[in-house]
Every structure is written in structure tokens, then in C-alpha cells.
């Protein structure tokens, strides 16, 4: 089955403390981004990356790294969290073709205490 | 800054048809009209899109109007499980671009 999977889907963790959120997709996409939700706010892009080590910033980088050493693979990094990191993560993927769609994980709620 | 406009809420009885309504009056001509979902905070659903001729899938149709200034997202049955925020976005159909989700419309069917 074509899916985004991203893991955790939940975590509570205390401010500082590294942590890695994983997301992969199996869909052979060139394509892969990590959006963040918040209420009143939507959805907001945080980083995407075009194919394998090409990554760029989105609308809110500030406190987050991400990776792209593999086509299927591509973590968000919380180097030192802290509470305005508490979200609902989406990670997306799409070929990198015209006219395609997006693709959504299930999400991973974070909580930075 | 959004360059839809949404209804925030609508409601439809299970089983009719729901018409969801979108207004993008500064559509370019390169600019697509994609349609995504969100049920109770799952990922977003991609739906179906459509540049200026109507489409229709399994999930929906799309009816774009011919000056392109509108469009309306067609439901033709609508389940409970269709329950869901509705989002209309407008986009340069280039790869890597961010979807920019607006507020949205939240349907809400009941039996």
C-alpha cells in the first residue's frame, strides 16, 4: 500500500532534549516536505527537500533541521525543543513531476513541556 | 496572505449531494484549483484538481467556472465519514511548491 509513515505519531517530552521524528514513503517520490499545524494558523511549511541532499528552508525553519541521505527517508530534527515547538507534524511526499498531489502521513503530535 | 475564500461551515444530509463553494477572483492562468481534506486532525486528503475544464474522480467532481474565478467541489453522495475540513487552494502546478492551507470549510453530514 502507497503511504507517507511517520513515527512517533505521539511523544511528551521536556525542553532540550533532542529528538527525531521519522518519516518515510515507499512511492519512489523525488518530493518530500514537513508542514506543522497549529489553531488559527494551519498548516505551515517547515523544510522540504527536491531529491536526495537537497533540502531548503520553508515558512518556519527556526529550531529544526532535517536530512535527506536516502529517496524514501527524511527526518525532522529537534535539536532543543522547546514549548513553541509543541505542534501536530505532517510530513507530505509527491513525485517531483507536474500536476501531482501530495501525499500525507498520519501526524505526530508533539508535546514540549 | 490567502488567495481563497471559504465559507467557514456547511452542513448536508447524509446521502444528498454537497456543493462546497470557493472563490478565487485573482487566479492566474498558470494557477490550478486543488481541493484537499482534513478529518479530525489526520493527514490531508488530496481530493482532486483541475485547472479550467470541470473534473470529476471517484471522490468528486470539480466545476471550474469559465471566467475561473470560482469553483465548486461536488460531493455527489455524501457519508458521515465525509465529515472533514475542506480546503480549496490555489497553486502554480510546480514541483516543490508548499500547499498554503487556508481556514477552510468544515462539513458537517448528519443522518
Known amino acids: 500500500e502507497a503511504q507517507v509513515t511517520q513515527n512517533p505519531r505521539y511523544l511528551i517530552t521536556v525542553t532540550g532534549k533532542k529528538l527525531t521524528v521519522t518519516c518515510s514513503q515507499n512511492?519512489?517520490?523525488?518530493?518530500m516536505s514537513w508542514y506543522r499545524q497549529d489553531p488559527g494558523l494551519g498548516l505551515r511549511q517547515i523544510y522540504y527537500?527536491?531529491?536526495?541532499?537537497?533540502?531548503d528552508k520553508g515558512d518556519v525553519p527556526e529550531g529544526y533541521k532535517v536530512s535527506r541521505k536516502e529517496k524514501r527517508n527524511f527526518p525532522l530534527i529537534l535539536e532543543s525543543p522547546s514549548p513553541n515547538q509543541t505542534s501536530l507534524y505532517f510530513c507530505?511526499?509527491?513525485?517531483?513531476?507536474?500536476?501531482?498531489?501530495?501525499?500525507f502521513g498520519d501526524g505526530t503530535r508533539l508535546s514540549i513541556l | 496572505d490567502a488567495k481563497t475564500t471559504q465559507p467557514p461551515s456547511m452542513d448536508c444530509a447524509e446521502g444528498r449531494a454537497a456543493n462546497l463553494p470557493c472563490n478565487h477572483s485573482?487566479?492566474?492562468?498558470?494557477?490550478?484549483v486543488y481541493w484537499y481534506r482534513q478529518i479530525h486532525s489526520q493527514g490531508p486528503q488530496y481530493i482532486i484538481h483541475g485547472l479550467k475544464n470541470n473534473e470529476t474522480n471517484e471522490m468528486a467532481s470539480l466545476i471550474i467556472t469559465e471566467d475561473r474565478k470560482s469553483s465548486t467541489l461536488i460531493l455527489p453522495h455524501a457519508t458521515l465519514r465525509d465529515t472533514a475540513v475542506y480546503y480549496c487552494i490555489v497553486r502554480v502546478d510546480q514541483a516543490g511548491t508548499a500547499l498554503i492551507f487556508g481556514k477552510g470549510t468544515t462539513l458537517s453530514v448528519s443522518s
Open positions: 507530505a511526499s509527491s513525485p517531483r513531476r507536474l500536476n501531482q498531489p501530495q501525499h
Open positions: 512511492m519512489n517520490h523525488e518530493y
Open positions: 527537500s527536491m531529491n536526495v541532499e537537497v533540502t
Open positions: 485573482t487566479i492566474s492562468g498558470n494557477e490550478y
